[in-house]
């Protein structure tokens, strides 16, 4: 279209114009966003909950500089009323050890450094098999409350884990209106990951065997806590991609616990190819916080490493509250609410504190 050039008249048709794009653009945002939460049957409250910890850059939340906030004294709910993943080791300052009295400590457990649901198993760090290796590993046909297909009759994975895929698919299953989600892998032990490389590497070549498939021991698959998901009609379609299910959990996953581990734009991080097909169990509201910053696993790792337990990252989701904090010690001061500990496999702890909101 020709640009017309006419001084004032056309000042004012311009400014019109931005006027009514500006106001197209706003409007078109907003029904995007309703539409978003209501596809996702979440109400405009749990969402505004969940945008506490986005990671807007507005005055309001969190500021990185404590002399901006008018002080972020220790306890001072409105200094990190944010909660949004951001650098601030001053106030992330510990406790003196000899302030806390024994009998107000909480030991870990002995190996806890490399199990729980944050463990980062990559090809830099790889899984720690020990007798207790994923204590409550099952075989999924025999605990699954949901009905769906398993390429496998023998797969197994972390009980738990398991727990939650079943409500995720079960959800998929009634919002899709269609039964096609299935499970092609799960737990792996070492030596199947061993086999399943070799072939893999004689079949496509050394070069595809490294990208897609992690050396036995460094694969997520040992954890009991990654689940390869396929479509399923009578038989495994190639890829999880494009289908409606697939579309759906990719969404939704994070709601239930899961993250999409290997997405193409983290490949330099993660090490391995985009795979639209793994997911792994990390736990709420861990999830929804790497989601929602856009961060995966291994940075999330690195991020947590900013928040003490009188300086935590604080999430409110559905009805609970969350503080997240990471310590290198092999102990904290016994927390209020109910509390769970994840090693890291690398350096130190993450504790998810959790009270329910009333
Ligand atoms: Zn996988």
Not at 62 to 77: F, L
Not at 104 to 123: C, S
Request: glycine share 8%; proline share 3%; aromatic share 12%.
């Amino acid at each position: 279209m020709a640009a017309r050039r006419n001084g004032k008249r056309k000042k004012r048709n311009t400014a019109a114009i931005i006027l009514v794009s500006l106001l197209f653009i706003l409007v078109t945002a907003v029904i995007v966003l309703l539409g978003y939460l209501v596809s996702n049957g979440r109400t405009i409250r749990d969402f505004m909950e969940g945008s506490a910890f986005m990671p807007s850059r507005s005055e309001e939340a969190a500021p990185a500089d404590p002399a901006q906030s008018g002080g972020t004294e220790n306890g001072d709910p409105e200094s990190h009323a944010g909660a949004e993943i951001e650098s601030d080791p001053e106030a992330g300052a510990e406790d003196p050890e000899e302030d806390v009295p024994e009998e107000e400590r909480y030991y870990f457990e002995e190996g806890q450094l490399h199990r729980g649901d944050l463990i980062l198993v990559n090809g830099e760090y790889p899984y720690s098999f020990t007798d207790n290796q994923a204590s409550d590993l099952v075989y999924i046909r025999g605990v699954k409350t949901v009905d769906y297909a398993l390429a496998k009759d023998d797969l197994m994975a972390s009980r738990h884990a398991v727990s939650f895929l079943d409500v995720m698919i079960r959800d998929c299953t009634s919002a899709i209106g269609e039964d096609s989600t299935g499970v092609t892998e799960a737990f792996r032990t070492y030596e199947y990951q061993d086999e399943l490389y070799a072939e893999i590497e004689e079949e496509y070549g050394e070069e595809y065997a490294k990208d897609y498939v992690a050396s036995p021991g460094y694969s997520e698959h040992h954890t009991g806590l990654a689940f390869d998901l396929g479509v399923y009609y009578g038989s495994y379609a190639d890829s999880f991609t494009g289908s409606a299910n697939a579309e759906w959990i990719n969404e939704n996953a994070q709601y239930y616990g899961f993250i999409r581990r290997y997405r193409e734009d983290k490949t330099d991080i993660t090490g391995i190819s985009g795979e639209t097909w793994h997911y792994r169990y990390v736990g709420v509201p861990h999830s929804i916080v790497m989601e929602l910053n856009d961060l995966c696993l291994e940075e999330y790792i690195d991020r947590m490493r900013e928040y003490t337990q009188q300086n935590p990252l604080k999430v409110s989701f559905s009805s609970a509250h969350y503080e997240v904090f990471y310590t290198a010690k092999d102990w904290i001061r016994i927390p209020e609410g109910t509390f769970t500990v994840s090693g890291n496999n690398v350096d130190g702890y993450i504790v998810t504190v959790r009270t329910d909101l009333t």
